[in-house]
């Protein structure tokens, strides 16, 4: 609870960073706290150019909404490819196509 307590109060100083929604995101995600989905949803609403929210995002809804899943993955592509981030491309790539095989 420390870290979530010290990302609220880095959000409440920065509320621009998307770093800090996406660390409380993450924490929240490993405590299975709904209040991931509402933060990966803020960050993807507000920050659309934050990558990092692509891949977790769409990994943490691969067994909550598939469709879901797959629309943000498709999105983080295109956003990886525009950002020139070969490394972040092909990650989310990867991720995608395993994603496709196994919800077949």
Do not use: C
Request: aromatic share 16%; hydrophobic share 35%.
């Amino acid at each position: 609870m420390e870290r979530i307590e010290m990302l609220k109060s880095w959000i409440e100083t920065d509320p621009k960073d998307p770093f800090n929604y996406y660390g409380l995101a993450l924490e929240y995600q490993k405590l299975g706290d709904i209040q991931a989905d509402q933060l990966f949803e803020k960050l993807l609403v507000d920050f659309p150019e934050y990558l990092p929210t692509y891949y977790t995002a769409a990994k943490y809804y691969e067994d909550l909404n598939v469709s879901k899943a797959k629309e943000i993955y498709e999105k983080g592509i295109i956003l990886a490819d525009s950002q020139n981030n070969l490394k972040a491309l092909n990650e989310i790539k990867s991720a995608y196509h395993n994603f496709l095989f196994e919800s077949e």
